[in-house]
């Protein structure tokens, strides 16, 4: 009897030992599960940057054409929803300007068509001038003036570069912006399209400043 409880003991002993072995092995198990789990994440992350990072190289390598194909889009009013995808592969952090993101499907209006299209309305933007309803007007009839003038269309001034003529809508959206409200009234849907050829304007300059930067010598 002595005998056999001194064995019961040391079995007793042994199984309590083989448990807490097996609990230690079952813990280092699960730190293991979970040291491979977030060695997986960032290998997964790594890949994930490293073909974000290839696409964008690979993207802004073609920062050239793009702003080539934005160029010739803006001014023959084909769509350019390609070149707004390319771009956001290749600068995603670069901001798009509304009015040209909400154009990209059908294109923006040409600059040719929007010089004939003021020339049109042109008569109206006149007749709608203020006379003595703003002080000092007279004094400022010629500055009116000149700021019409400054947006009509070459081949309606001879031998004048008004900024529609010659494409600037960036000035031409600055001279309509300081017209009397009547004025501006008066130039109807032509000041949106001359609004948007000015957004789209400011962006390729944006544009090719980003490329510049980026030393791809767009």
């Known amino acids: 009897p002595q005998t056999m409880g001194e064995t019961a003991t040391q079995n007793a002993a042994a199984i309590a030992s083989l448990e807490a072995a097996l609990a230690a092995l079952r813990q280092s198990s699960a730190q293991t599960q979970t040291d491979l789990a977030g060695v997986s994440a960032k290998v997964a992350t790594l890949e994930s940057d490293f073909s974000k990072g290839t696409a964008i190289e690979a993207g802004q390598v073609r920062l050239p054409l793009i702003v080539s194909g934005f160029e010739t889009a803006f001014a023959t009013g084909a769509a350019y929803d390609a070149e707004v995808a390319a771009l956001r592969q290749a600068l995603p952090d670069l901001s798009v300007p509304q009015a040209v993101l909400a154009n990209a499907m059908t294109g923006l209006k040409r600059p040719d068509l929007i010089a004939r299209d003021f020339n049109a309305v042109l008569p109206d933007v006149l007749a709608g001038r203020p006379v003595g309803a703003e002080a000092g007007w007279q004094e400022a009839t010629s500055d009116w003036f000149r700021g019409i003038i400054a947006l009509r269309p070459t081949e309606a001034v001879e031998g004048d570069g008004g900024a529609v003529g010659r494409g600037d809508f960036i000035a031409a959206n600055t001279e309509l912006d300081a017209l009397p409200q009547s004025m501006r009234t ?16 400011t962006f390729l300059a944006a544009l090719r400043q980003a490329a510049l930067a980026g030393g791809n010598g767009a």
């Not at 008066?186 to 304007?201: F, L, R, S």
Request: aromatic fraction near 0%; charge should be negative.
């Open 186 to 201: 008066a130039v109807g849907a032509v000041a949106g399209d001359i609004g948007n050829q000015a957004a789209a304007q």
